[in-house]
């Protein structure tokens, strides 16, 4: 899924075991509720990963957990799924939503809510931005930085010629209905 040239958003309800927590992991974005628990049972059924967990995992939660996560084969609750990093969002709801597929969901709710939100904007700058924090992920911080502004670069030599993406960021800066720090007027 890193290669999906837009984010990738899981709506996470209930278990998410094994290869479904692998899968989990090469999302950009991962929603949850109460519901949620996480489990890596590869040592437990002498299974080796190999989509990624073992990476994906130590990089998302630190090694230590990692550790605790895999070794121990136990469940992750929601709670502190959310509190080590594991879920990205924690959706807190009223009632039962015991249907995964419920147009009423609370977390395919908001999980509609962020991809409406990312669609709102420009969509070749969330596919490069995409693009850095992967290829960022896979080199040190000082590499990471470079790279970003190679791709910044190129980035801004191919669109600035057209004067849109100037003239975008002016009306929002300048937009009245903006909610705003303090009272200046801008400066553009």
């Not at 597929?101 to 669609?119: D, G, M, Q």
């Not at 924090?133 to 970003?148: H, V």
Request: hydrophobic share 35%; with cysteine.
């Amino acid at each position: 899924m890193s290669r999906v040239g837009i984010p990738v958003i899981a709506a996470l309800r209930g278990h998410v075991i094994t290869g479904g927590f692998e899968l989990a992991l090469a999302c950009d974005i991962l929603l949850g509720d109460g519901s949620t628990s996480f489990r890596d049972t590869h040592v437990k059924f002498g299974l080796a990963p190999t989509w990624g967990l073992s990476q994906k995992l130590t990089r998302r939660i630190g090694p230590g957990r990692a550790r605790i996560v895999s070794f121990t084969a136990q469940p992750v609750k929601a709670p502190k799924a959310y509190e080590w990093g594991l879920l990205d969002e924690l959706i807190v709801s009223e009632g039962d939503f015991s249907s995964t597929s419920s147009p009423y969901n609370p977390v395919v709710t908001r999980a509609i809510e962020l991809a409406t939100s990312i669609a709102s904007n420009n969509a070749l700058m969330v596919r490069r931005y995409k693009r850095v924090m992967e290829e960022g992920q896979k080199l040190n911080y000082g590499s990471g930085l470079q790279r970003e502004r190679e791709l910044g670069l190129s980035h801004y030599l191919e669109v600035m010629g057209d004067g849109r993406t100037f003239e975008g960021a002016k009306e929002f800066i300048s937009d009245g209905e903006r909610p705003r720090a303090s009272n200046l007027p801008s400066k553009l």
